[in-house]
């Protein structure tokens, strides 16, 4: 262990008490953030994972697979404990979905079905009536939607954290109810992604109670400029044929690995991604990728023989598509736990390079965060603010119940060209900024599990 003057030299001259900084040593953490860069293994459990299992729809039986695969990949990573813990949740099913404009301009449109939408029961056609956003669909008239077509054109826009995508998918969370408690037939959304490729991007949708289930598709963003340009000139129809809808309730479950502490196992690192996709690419970036990170981080400490004086837990979470599912089982089992979960986070933003390390900690642990800045600095990590993220979709129910979180910011500007689509493949993560990644991770874990 090194002298309570060297880390203030090593430090930036930050200050830290005896009792803080007793159990960590940089040397080690430097050497883990530095193996990790030349070391593939998360990049192969995203290769091999989306080559042997593929896509991993919630409830199909890629998703029976998958957990099978990640279960046995985990114990060959030498893990003290790897089991699974089961969560329940309605499964849905895609089928037929076919679209086309009819009459003078007849031609194909591509389209996917969104996530937990009904089906057509049959061949539908109606005219098409257009609407800038979600809010000017709030704002129409009942008269000029009723027996029609609503589509939504908003278009998102790219942003290095993703913001664009907050401001967007609304049309997608609640176009469907909205048009139908307003008579429409069916609801159109342009892609809630960046790209400007002829590949849809689908994701979950949900319907209210109170009006009727209408089918709801997104058009690839190529195919949504296309319908604007046709309406203006004049009215368009559209026959709509999709088949879809939810096929009964299905457990799956969460793959839990444990690095067991040595002074404290009873204190938690909780780290990881989602292990299910949708179904139209094999899952790489959306969340093969957070998984393979999270999974390889923690995999360094094995590798090196640097035992953690708390336990640190690697989770895939089942079903975080369709509603989170796996992340409210596991909070919901390990309720009387979470006290002793010392920090949590997740990755779930591709594979992009991290750029900042952003907290929500209270002032003990936020002085063990500042202790990465060193370290992360050679990564081109900075130090982000405090109480600025819920930790990831999957850190939620935690972070709910007052689980300190952290999150590695991803940079995101490409990755809603990916998002959700058949685009969403190995070939698109790039090796070097995945390891970059792992070592940020590795080195962030390392310093939550030793601190005082």
């Known amino acids: 262990m090194k002298a309570l003057t060297t880390f203030k030299v090593a430090l930036l001259g930050a200050v830290f008490t005896a009792s803080a900084t007793a159990q960590i040593d940089l040397d ?10 030349d070391d593939d293994t998360g990049y192969h ?35 003290d404990k790897v089991w699974l813990e089961p969560v329940t949740f309605p ?19 591509l389209i996917t079905t969104l996530g937990g939408s009904e089906g057509t029961r049959g061949v539908l056609e109606a005219e098409v009536v257009e609407f800038a956003d979600y809010q000017a669909l709030v704002d129409a008239d009942a008269s000029m939607v009723k027996g029609k077509i609503a589509y939504i054109s908003k278009r998102m ?27 429409a037939v069916a609801l159109l959304i342009r892609s809630i992604g960046t790209d400007s490729h002829r590949l849809p991007h689908t994701g979950i949708m949900q319907y209210d109670e109170k009006h009727p289930k209408i089918a709801a598709a997104a058009l690839s963003n190529p195919d949504a400029d296309q319908l604007s340009r046709l309406l203006t000139k004049g009215a368009v129809s559209v026959s709509l044929e999709i088949e879809a809808g939810w096929t009964g309730e299905y457990t ?63 989770v895939a979470f089942a079903n975080e598509e369709q509603g989170l599912y796996g992340a409210k089982a596991y909070a919901k089992a390990h309720e009387d736990e979470l006290h002793k979960h010392v920090v949590a986070s997740e990755s779930d933003f591709g594979a992009g390079r ?15 965060a500042e202790m990465a800045e060193s370290l992360l600095a050679p990564l081109g990590v900075v130090m982000g603010g405090n109480n600025a993220t819920g930790g990831g979709p999957d850190i939620i129910p935690m972070a709910q ?52």
């Open 354 to 368: 991290v750029f900042a390390l952003v907290t929500k900690l209270n002032d003990e642990y936020r002085k063990t």
């Open 252 to 314: 799956s479950h969460n793959v839990i690995a444990d690095i067991t502490g040595s002074s404290k196992p009873e204190e938690i690192v909780l780290i990881g991604g989602h292990l299910d996709s949708w179904d139209l690419g094999t899952g790489a970036v959306d969340d093969g990728a957070g998984v393979g990170i999270t999974v390889a981080a923690a995999h360094q400490l094995i590798a090196q023989g640097v035992k953690p004086e708390r336990t640190i837990r690697v």
């Open 91 to 109: 499964a849905w099913e895609r089928g037929v979905e076919k679209a086309a404009v009819v009459g003078e301009y007849s031609q194909p449109l």
């Open 157 to 183: 826009y790219r942003h290095i954290d993703g913001k664009g995508y907050g401001e967007a998918v609304i049309s997608r969370g609640k176009g469907a109810s909205m048009a139908a408690s307003k008579g």
């Open 401 to 452: 119940k007052g689980v300190p979180v952290f999150r590695l910011k991803q940079d995101g500007t490409d990755y809603f060209d990916l998002h959700h689509t058949a685009d969403d493949t190995f070939d698109k993560i790039d090796r070097d900024a995945f390891n970059q990644n792992v070592a940020a991770w590795a080195t962030v874990i390392y310093l939550f599990a030793n601190h005082e």
């Open 28 to 37: 080690t953490a430097a050497s883990l953030r530095d193996a990790a860069l």
């Open 45 to 79: 459990f995203v290769r091999d994972l989306t080559t042997e299992v593929g896509p991993r729809l919630a409830g199909s039986e890629g998703d029976a697979r998958g957990v099978a695969w990640t279960k046995a990949r985990f114990e060959s990573m030498g893990f």
